[in-house]
Structures are given as C-alpha cells and as structure tokens.
C-alpha cells in the first residue's frame, strides 16, 4: 500500500500533478515480478481510485451547483492539469503490465482488453482523435444553437420535441415541423462535419492496419462476444418478432387517438400521447415520499437491496430534488475510493421521476455488488461491458414494477400502476425497432463509406429502413422531416455503433425479469450475483449468471416479446 497516500477523499482532493506525480513514477519503475504484482495492482489501483473520485467529485458539484463558477475553474483545472498527464502514465503502466507477461488473479479480461488497445494504438492516429473531437464540439454547437420561436417565445428543442404529447393534434403536428425545419435549416453545415468525420475515422482504421472503420471500431469498443453479422441477425429477429408486436400497439393507438393514420406526431418510438381523459399521474409530493416508498420497493424485490438505499439515504449519497443551478438529467456516479454510488436526479412528482430512479439504482446497486473486488479494473463499472451494465438498471426497472402499488409501499392505485407498468411494456417493444434503424443504418455507411459521403444516399437508406421497421408512421408531405433525422441521433455523427447495446441489454434485463415471475428470490439472487462479478467475466458469463442468454435470435426475441404481450393484456384487464 502507498502509506503515505490519503484514506480519505477530501484529503486528496487539492492535491496536483507534482504531488501526484511521485506516486506514478513509483508505479513506472517498480520492477514487476509474480512477487510484488499484487501490492503493485493494489497501489495502482489505490491511486486510481483516488484520481477518479476526485473527478467524478468536481463534476458532481458542476452539476448540483451550476452556479459554482469556482466548483467549474476546479473541474477545468483537473481536466487539463491532471487527467492528460494521468492517462499518459496509464499508457505506461499498460504497457509495463504487458511487458511483464504475467497474468494476475481475475485479470484475465482486463488483460484482453489492454492487449487490444496496444495493438491498435497508432501514434498517428492521435491528432486525428484531436480533430474528431473538434468536429464533435462544432456537432455539439449546432444542436445547442437550435431555438424555434414558439408565438414569440423562443423554445429549446427539448421544449418544442415535450410539445409532442400534447393532446392537441394541430399542437403536435406543429411542434414537429417547427423542430425538423430547424434541424434542415443545419443540414448543410452538418453534411460538411459529417464528411470529415468519415473521412477521418476511415483514415484511422487505416493507420491501424484495418481494411474498414467497423471492424477498428469492434477491437476499439471490446466487441469480442459478438460480430456484426450477429447485429444484422437481431435486425431480422427484430422485423420478424418485434415489428408485428409494434404495430398492434399502434392499432390501438390509432384507435385511442381516434384517427386513421399515425403521422410521427400522432405515435413515435419515444413518446405516446395520452388519451384525454387520463390526467398525468402524480407519484408523490416530496421527496421524503419518493424515497420513503422507493426504498419500500427495492425491499420488496430484496431486503438487501433496500438496505442499500437507505445506506444512501442516510449517508447523503442521493441528490434528488430539481432545483435552481442544477443541469438537466439523471445519473449514477461511482465513488471507488469507499465502494459507495451517488445518485443525481431531477425530480419533479411525474412517474418518469420513479422510473429514472429504478434505473439509477440498478446501477447504484451494481457499485455496491463490485465494491468486494480488489481492484479498479475490476470493480468500476467503467470496465464492465455495457451490454451487460444496462441489464443492471433495466432490470430493476421491471423487477421493482410489481410493487409500484399503495398496498405494497408503492406509489399508485391498482390502475395506476397498470398504466404505468403498460407503458414501460410498450416502451420496450417500440424502442427496438428503432434501435434496429440506427444500428442497420451505421453498418450501411461503414459498408459503403464512399456512398456514405453523399448525404442524400444516407438519406434514402435512413428513410428506407425507418419505412421498413416503423412501417405504421405516415410520412406523406413531410417526407423531408423524415430524411433529416438521423441528423438528430446524436449517437450516429458522434459515437460510431453506440446504440446496439441498449437493445441487446434490454433483451437480458427481460429475461431477469421473466426469471423472477418464476422465483423471485431465485432471480434477484442471480441478477446480484452477476452484478457481483465486476469486470471478471466475459459479457456472456455475465449474462449466463444473471440466468440469461446472451442472444439475437428471432426464437428467443419471441419468447419474450409473447410475455410482454400477454402482460400488457393482462394489465389492460386491470
Ligand atoms: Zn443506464
């Protein structure tokens, strides 16, 4: 152990590069043999912990504390002052590790990973990464400057896109022109980034020896459990098994709504509009209340986790409540250096306030199950695939759904609760077609990078495959609307193949969920002991823990598609 390093965060907190610094050059010189290899992981791995922390600190207090202009000098000054100089020496201290050819307890899928990012990394390719990342700022400040003028009220997009679930049609067929003609208004200056983002990750594939940027793209996300060709036999399971399911879903939204056709601002993958006469539901009027009966549920899906929520009641590890100075959004942090999560959320009395905080606390709970793990590789979920992270939180989103009721501690009504729980339902089954447009999108331009340069070629494929695996939604006049999209999926310009794992872990976290209709105490003890493996297992021993199958099949997609159906039927009789 480094003894002369702090135990307690806020010791460390102040310290800066030259006081860090001794302790890495340690770490670098040490000579490393199967003797010292364990106290030299746990020195690096304390250090680690340590620097992290303090990071995901500073950025917390940017957050709850917008106004902190002090709180967000600190954060700057750590992110140019420390964090560059800090990953330099992790490249080293990788590279000793290497070098050492030994193989540590556990380490085996760290180890594989290190290995890869060695063998792609090209000195070259680091002022082409400098440049991404520009492009990405000019991606980022085209979507920020978008404001629509709303009867002389100039309007966020996210103000205009809440205007959809309005339950006047005319509002809503409004909201989504004014939005999309704004983001036409970009498509050129986007076209232009767009092309040399191509370009530039092309390029990059190149230097690291690769005939194409997928497969580069594949080493540099760790996709070794899966190919592409299994994503495109998801799409096909998907259009098979799924589609169908949506559109029955859709039928009855048209006929709740009262219209013939679903145009996208009648039905969408991400929003429903309510039938008039539902009021939105109102969970709770404080926060004492949101946290009095979530930690009730979590105790009814295991006693344990309940306990750990109320370990972060009582500990201050949760930041609730919307307020002024306080960004948008909700997430879990990891702090490493105690094993303990912190929770971030902007909570106003809607059910998405209930459901954001399941999901948080899945993962909250998956930083509490690894805290046993000696070291950071294996314990942060940093180091988990996300694949399997997301299982963490969207299965406890349906293992905690039985309980949403009053007579279990919960928030809503027996009909209440069935809406609710209908809607997540529903949710999932519409979210997976798209998923599948965006994924079967991205494979199309890294196949034909050239095409892919001419965005109207990206514009008949995107349009394309939205007609084919959203086939309800009426696109006639506005067919432009329709083209310009994939414009607005951040994930498609910014993070190349970053969508399939929420479809993939959505299909585990089902699984869980289907586990514990059977057994309850039988599932959640899986579901915590995969959790509990950290970064030790591969994603399908991970999936095979929480007694789940790691799967892109049409055969088990309908397994598990039929469920939801019939539970929605069964919530609809509620
Ligand atoms: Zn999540």
């Not at 060709?229 to 589609?243: G, L, P, Q, R």
């Not at 009648?266 to 009021?279: E, G």
């Not at 299909?507 to 579901?527: E, F, H, I, P, R």
């Not at 002991?529 to 055969?555: Q, V, Y």
Request: aromatic residues 12%; charged residues 25%; hydrophobic residues 40%.
């Amino acid at each position: 152990m480094f003894n002369t390093l702090p135990q307690n965060i806020n010791d460390f907190m102040d310290w800066t590069w030259d006081q860090i610094k001794p302790y890495t050059d340690d770490l670098v010189n040490r000579p490393l043999t199967a003797a010292t290899i364990d106290a030299w992981l746990a020195d690096w791995s304390q250090l680690q912990s340590l620097i992290a922390e303090t990071y995901s600190r500073m950025q917390i207090r940017t957050t709850t504390h917008t106004n902190d202009e002090a709180g967000q000098n600190r954060l700057a000054g750590y992110a140019e002052h420390v964090i560059p100089q800090v990953s330099e020496v992790e490249q080293e201290l990788i590279k000793k590790l290497l070098a050492s050819g030994l193989e540590p307890d556990q380490f085996e899928n760290p180890l594989q990973k290190m290995r890869v990012d060695a063998e792609i990394f090209r000195s070259e390719n680091l002022p082409l990464e400098t440049e991404l990342q520009k492009l990405s700022i000019e991606l980022n400040k085209l979507a920020g400057a978008r404001v629509v003028d709303w009867d002389g009220e100039e309007m966020t997009m996210q103000q205009v896109m809440a205007k959809l679930t309005d339950q006047d049609r005319a509002t809503r067929e409004r909201a989504w022109k004014l939005s999309m003609e704004r983001v036409i208004q970009d498509r050129a200056a986007f076209d232009g980034l767009w092309v040399k983002l191509l370009d530039l990750r092309t390029q990059m594939a190149k230097n690291a020896g690769f005939e194409d940027y997928r497969a580069y793209r594949w080493q540099q996300l760790k996709r070794f459990a899966y190919t592409p060709d299994d994503c495109k036999t998801f799409h096909a399971a998907i259009e098979e098994v799924v589609v169908p399911a949506a559109s029955r879903i859709n039928a009855k939204q048209k006929a709740l709504l009262g219209v013939d056709t679903l145009h996208p601002w009648d039905a969408y993958w991400f929003f429903r509009v309510d039938p008039a006469d539902a009021p939105p539901l109102k969970p709770f009027a404080s926060i004492a209340e949101l946290n009095n009966k979530i930690e009730a549920i979590f105790t009814k899906v295991d006693p344990e986790l309940g306990g750990y929520y109320r370990i972060m009641r009582d500990e201050g590890l949760l930041d609730l409540e919307s307020r002024k100075h306080k960004s948008g959004g909700a997430y879990m942090e990891e702090f490493p250096t105690t094993g303990r999560p912190f929770i971030f959320a902007n909570s106003v009395g809607i059910h998405n306030d209930v459901t954001t905080l399941l999901h948080e606390g899945g993962h909250a709970f998956h930083a509490f199950e690894t805290a046993h793990l000696p070291y950071y590789h294996l314990f942060s979920l940093g180091n988990i695939p996300m694949e399997f992270v997301e299982v963490g939180s969207m299965a406890m989103e349906l293992l905690a759904a039985p309980y949403l009721t009053t007579d279990h501690g919960g928030f809503y009504t027996d009909s209440e609760a069935a809406r609710a729980r209908a809607e997540h339902l529903e949710g999932i089954l519409l979210f997976w077609p798209y998923m599948a447009v965006v994924d079967a999108f991205q494979h199309w331009i890294y196949e034909n990078p050239d095409a892919a340069r001419d965005t109207d070629q990206c514009d008949a494929q995107w349009s394309e495959l939205m007609r084919r695996y959203l086939p309800d939604i009426a696109w006639s006049g506005v067919e432009d609307t329709l083209a310009i999209y994939w414009r607005r999926q951040g994930h498609i310009a910014e993070m190349p193949f970053y969508y399939v794992e929420y479809g993939l872990a959505q299909l585990g976290a089902v699984q869980v969920w289907a586990n514990a209709l059977n057994d309850q105490a039988q599932a959640v003890k899986d579901y915590r002991r995969a959790l509990s493996l950290g970064a030790t297992a591969t994603l399908p021993e991970l999936f095979a823990a929480a007694g789940a199958k790691f799967a892109f099949d049409a055969a088990t997609l309908r397994e598990y598609v039929d469920l939801i159906e019939r539970t929605l039927d069964e919530l609809a009789a509620v």
